[in-house]
């Protein structure tokens, strides 16, 4: 991992940020994408200030402000709270909207690559986006996303004791103790997309998790250079250690290990596997159901848009 480029003080040739729903493959994605020499990973940076943001409001009804200085009192308070929720220790200083910006914006290295919720970026906080960026938009078909993602966080809510029902009375939408509002994912994430559209980038990528899954080869090589990143095959491979990951830049310590059900396999993955198929109606719960439902017209739109053979403009 020579030439990585958190050691290199220079602009860099591509900013790139990719905005995820849960159970994208984003995290097997980035994975991937760290070992192209001197790539420089952001993981969630805005994920984690919107999560902090929640958690002070849920537990001590307070407005977490968006900048660090003068407010040190509540940042620290706030930490506090994601650390006792998510087993970790958090920074912080690296939880302000605006410090977020920054940091992106002034990131040095050959690659800038920043993996995100799209789900954090509610109206309020879009004008903190850095400039600069270019935006990719990862979609899956809902009920594959919403019958894993049910099963993930029935795991990490009852792991780490914030809720105790069986999986069977669990109810995503119900029991969402996290704010997630998972009725509502997929159209925040079609509403960053447009607002992107209107405000950043014309054109910014839209590809589907199933796509990669099914052939990486193609598709894995299509993103990156349309993103304007160098692609060889031996991306598609790559060690099952957690080395790598040790250099991604994150809100604090712990961060990956303590979301070991959403993060755990993409950690020690090795490549892409084959997707697994899309759950019939009647193999889905009512909540996940809900869910998929709401999020269907959104996912469509966005499909129509994906990576594709057609349009990779290679």
Known sequence: MEGRSDELDVQPEVRVIVWSLPRTISTVLTKCVSF?????????????????????????????????????????????????????KVDPKRLPFTTVQSELETATGKYVFVKDQSHAMIPQFRQFLPKGFRHVFLIREPSAIFSSYRKAMYKQVTGLKMLEKSEEEYDIVEDDVVGMQPLNLYKNHHDLWKYVQENFDPNPLVIDATDILSNPSDHIKWLLQAIGLPYSD????????????????????????????????????????????????????????????????YYQEMYKARLTNDNNNI
């Not at 407005?63 to 620290?76: D, K, S």
């Open 234 to 297: 031996s991306l598609l491979q790559w060690p099952s250690s957690v080395e790598a990951l040790k250099s991604w830049k994150t809100p604090g310590e712990g961060i990956l290990e303590s979301h070991i059900h959403f993060y755990g396999t993409a950690m020690q993955s090795t490549c892409f596997m084959p997707p697994h198929p899309v759950p019939s109606r009647e193999q889905l719960t009512s909540d996940v159901i809900r869910c998929a439902d709401a999020a269907t017209p």
């Open 36 to 88: 192209v020499d001197g790539i420089n990973v952001h993981l969630e940076p805005y994920g984690y200030a919107h999560a902090s943001w929640l958690g002070l409001q849920g537990f001590s009804h307070q407005e977490l402000p968006v900048t660090y200085e003068g407010n040190e009192a509540l940042f620290e308070q706030a930490a506090q709270i994601m650390g006792e929720f998510t087993k970790s």
